[in-house]
């Protein structure tokens, strides 16, 4: 078996893997305990396996794991905690931005991302940078502007 | 708080699920809990009060993201006169909460909640004379874990409404914060020492018989192991990546059984399928009597095709088959359903299996989330070791149970004062038959199982809630229908309120009379008056007939729409207005505004409310001008987000709520009302901005483009 070496969430891992094309989302959710991460579709339409890979948001159902070799991840465990939210999440917890909650993890790391580009952007930049994230539960309206508090904090 | 964030050893139950640590609450938590009494008429069912004078709530009635547990928590704490933060909730779990039914038909509150308030309530007698004081901060010394062992008291007083502290109140959901930060334990993470991951292989075909697997296309794969049990395929691995490559890889071989009719012109094969019976729902006055010549007549068809749940996350169980005691972690919205129809299954007596319900995937009825539990539990039983199924994204847009299609003709005639004089609604909609819904895997695997069906109370609303002299309803129920049925979001009443609140639309443009107006005019309920004038005035309804004469502005043609119902014409009242702007050119629809009044009765937490109210309109708009499963003569097509969209956030458009909220009545609930008027109230708008008619869901961009060119 192959061993994977990057960083997630400011730590160094490395993970065994039998297929370099493996989904990094197997490594976080399975390998590595990282379960914020969730899968959905498997072919990068619905962005709840969303994490950031350098800052940038990247599908991680679709993402192989020797595309990160190297590379620093960091997923929703890695903004904040309950008692410690940072301010996106903070965001969300305010307008309880949420129902079923199964999409909330790629909405939010959608939302670090679109706010690491464009630190004050508009309802119509909050929509494009959001528009490959589908919520089921159509919790829109208040991720909207859970995102747009997010922004202003 | 939530039944897996505390630790309690005194003696009610130990549970601890911690990511990556050791999870195993089933048999060992049936040890620690000898006897907790689940009889709904106990109050001890319902409530236990610790040393701690912390209380935890039991309840079969289960959370999905709607805000209902918080809701619950509510009404205990007002009526035991404890804040909310000293009550944790058991939800949904068949070894420790009492069975109030499964969670659905809008019944959690109205069931669950007003339930275990009467517990509660009972309770705060009890504790009064045993010496609690007023604030009931001494309960813990006074009762420590120990029962209560009183019978649930109907007629123990509640606090009256004007003075509620608790109720009312938009009291925060304890389960964002965890949500929000990966904390929270969905189905999907549940994980137990031993698990092996698990995926069934599901038939091209619907019925088709496995003919030979190739178990040598694996073996590329490592540690996979082939479970057949008939037509019942099924691969297990400790490592799920190589599952889901081994379920793709594994060839096998399968007749083809091309039985299905294909979604194609589906309405007029529904129109032409055989009629099992007719039933009678409304016969008032005649509606048959010859109509005089100068009254207005009109008839029109309406159609809502097959949809999916369509769950943003496969459905996903994790089971532990043991002979002495089985273990099913699911998010189905019905665990004691569960329980009972896996008992009768699979032969395991009722006491040794247990169903524990954790946070899925928002299902909105019935998903595929009892067919994957079947899955589990084939293949724990086959390799003897626990199993985690999670389907993959095709399995459930094809394999989840759908929304039936729903066929409506509406015939109408107005007297000569404009008022609708008769109504005849005919529906052709699939019977329902007796027993369980038949589990994929358990028809797979040969194993005798009832074949039942049924989508839930799907005819009602089919009558007009204002004032017609001869109304007559009548369903003609069908012997067959092409896919499976389960309960879907407002079952039935989503397109039965489409037809009925089109039709009225018709009517009152035929009667050339605004269409609020019209409403009113057969209208003496004051409540229903209320959420019509109210949501209307919110968008700035400008009274006139339809369509708008004044509509254009360059290429887009603009104007408003609304519809009103009362869910299952006993219930909620629920008025929608919408602002629209129809691309003359590329039929494009471009929703501007919705407003909505809503009365539920008591309200319990507005902001729970608004966020069930926002999401019922806007996934229907979703469902209105997008979802269509489609199937060819084999096999559901429709098998991704690509091929069954549903609303985007692009197309999301603000909605603004207005609550009308009656303290001094009960409380309803409020996960479907909302969903009932939309679709009538997009097809009113497009038909005052466009003059054109959308009578078949979904409302296509290419269909209207046609129509506004014909």
């Given at each position: 078996m192959a061993k994977y070496s990057f960083r997630v969430n400011r730590r160094s891992v490395s993970v065994d893997s039998?297929?370099?094309?493996?989904?990094?989302l197997y490594a976080l959710r399975n390998?590595?305990?990282?379960?914020?991460v969730k899968f959905g579709?498997?072919?990068?339409?619905?962005?709840?396996c969303t994490v950031l890979v350098d800052g940038k948001a990247v599908r991680s159902c679709s993402t192989p794991i020797r595309q990160v070799e190297g590379r620093a991840v960091t997923t929703l465990e890695g903004l904040g905690t309950p008692e410690k939210p940072d301010k996106i999440q903070a965001a969300f917890i305010a307008e309880q931005a949420a129902q079923c909650g199964y999409c909330t993890n790629g909405m939010i790391m959608s939302a670090r991302a679109l706010l690491n580009q464009t630190a004050n952007p508009t309802v119509e930049q909050v929509k494009q940078g959001l528009g490959q994230n589908l919520c089921r539960c159509a919790t829109y309206t208040r991720i909207l502007s859970a995102v747009l508090r997010a922004a202003k904090a | 708080m939530r039944r897996r964030d505390f630790l309690r050893t005194s003696g009610v139950i130990v549970v601890s699920f911690a990511f990556g640590g050791a999870l195993r609450e089933g048999a060992a938590a049936q040890g620690v809990e000898p006897g907790k009494p689940v009889d709904p008429r106990e109050v001890d069912s319902f409530l236990a009060i610790h040393a701690d004078g912390s209380v935890t709530i039991y309840t079969s009635k289960v959370d999905v993201g709607t805000g209902l547990s918080i809701a619950m928590t509510q009404m205990v704490a007002e009526e035991l006169g404890i804040p909310v933060s000293r009550i944790s909730v058991v939800e949904g779990d068949t070894a420790l909460t009492p069975d109030q039914g499964g969670t659905g038909g809008s019944t959690g509150i109205t069931r669950g909640g007003i339930e275990l308030r009467q517990a509660a309530a009972t309770a705060r007698e009890a504790l009064l004379k045993l010496g609690a004081n007023a604030d009931m901060t001494n309960i813990g010394a006074l009762v420590g874990d120990k029962r209560l062992d009183l019978k649930v008291d109907a007629k123990a007083p509640l606090k009256a409404a004007k003075d509620y502290t608790v109720v009312g109140k938009p009291v925060l959901r304890p389960d964002v914060p965890k949500k929000c930060t990966g904390t929270n334990l969905f189905v999907q993470d549940v994980s137990v020492p031993g698990m092996l991951h698990g995926r069934a292989i599901r038939p091209p075909s619907f019925g088709a018989k496995l003919l030979?697997?190739?178990?040598?296309?694996?073996?590329?794969?490592?540690g996979v192991r082939i479970v057949r049990i008939q037509n019942f395929v099924g691969v297990v691995a400790d490592d799920e990546w190589a599952v889901v490559r081994a379920a793709r890889t594994l060839k096998t071989n399968w007749t083809d059984a091309p039985t299905l009719p294909g979604s194609e012109m589906l309405d007029r094969y529904v129109r032409n399928s055989a009629v099992d019976r007719d039933e009678t729902l409304v016969n008032r006055g005649d509606t048959t009597g010859a109509v005089p010549a100068s009254t207005k007549q009109l008839s029109a068809t309406y159609w809502w095709p097959f949809q999916s749940h369509a769950s943003l996350g496969p459905s996903c169980a994790v089971v532990d088959f043991r002979p002495e005691s089985t273990t099913i972690w699911s998010a189905s919205q019905g665990p004691h359903g569960m329980r009972a129809n896996f008992s009768r299954v699979f032969g395991i007596p009722e006491d040794k299996l247990r169903v524990i319900f954790v946070d899925g995937s928002g299902s909105y009825g019935s998903n595929g989330n009892d067919d994957v539990a079947a899955d589990a539990f084939l293949l724990s039983r086959a390799v003897g070791r626990p199993v985690r199924v999670q389907w993959m994204r095709e399995d459930e847009h094809a394999w989840d149970p759908k929304g039936p299609p729903q066929l409506l003709e509406i015939r109408g005639a107005l007297d000569s004062n404009n008022r609708i004089s008769t109504w005849e609604t005919q529906m052709w909609l699939p019977a329902g038959v007796q027993g369980a819904r038949p589990l994929l895997a358990v028809d797979d695997a040969g194993i005798q199982q009832p074949h039942g069906r049924g989508a839930g109370q799907i005819s009602q609303n089919g009558d007009p809630p204002y004032a017609t002299p001869n109304v007559k309803v009548v369903v003609h129920w069908l012997k067959e229908t092409p896919l499976r049925l389960s309960n879907l979001r407002a079952p039935g009443k989503i397109a039965n309120v489409f037809a009925v609140e089109s039709f009225t639309d018709e009517l009152a443009a035929a009667a050339g009379i605004d269409p609020v107006e019209f409403r009113l005019r057969g209208l003496t309920d004051q409540r229903a008056i209320d959420v019509i004038k109210r949501a209307t005035e919110m968008v700035g309804w400008e009274a006139r007939p339809s369509p708008n004469s004044r509509r254009q502005a360059g290429n887009v043609l603009t104007g408003r729409g609304m519809a009103y119902m009362r869910y299952k014409q006993a219930e909620n009242y629920v008025a929608i207005a919408m602002e629209v702007g129809v691309d003359r050119s590329t039929g494009r629809i471009n929703l501007r505004r919705i407003t909505c009044a809503h009365d539920c009765g008591l309200v319990v937490n507005p902001d729970g409310l608004r966020n069930q109210i926002e999401g019922c309109i806007l996934q229907t708009l979703g469902r209105t001008l997008h979802e269509e499963t489609t199937f060819n003569q084999s096999r559901v097509t429709s098998v991704d987000w690509a091929t069954y969209p549903i609303l985007n956030f692009r197309e999301m458009v603000p909605v603004e709520v207005a609550l009308i909220d009656r303290p001094e009545l009960p409380p309803l609930g409020a996960g479907e009302a909302a969903t009932a008027p939309v679709a009538a109230a997009l097809a009113n708008a497009v038909f005052d901005a466009a003059g054109v008619r959308l009578r078949s869901v979904p409302f296509k961009t290419e269909s209207l483009r046609a129509q506004l060119k014909s």
């Open positions: 039998w297929d370099p094309a493996q989904p990094l390998s590595l305990g990282l379960r914020a579709c498997g072919l990068g339409q619905c962005g709840a | 030979s697997v190739d178990e040598d296309s694996l073996r590329n794969i490592p």
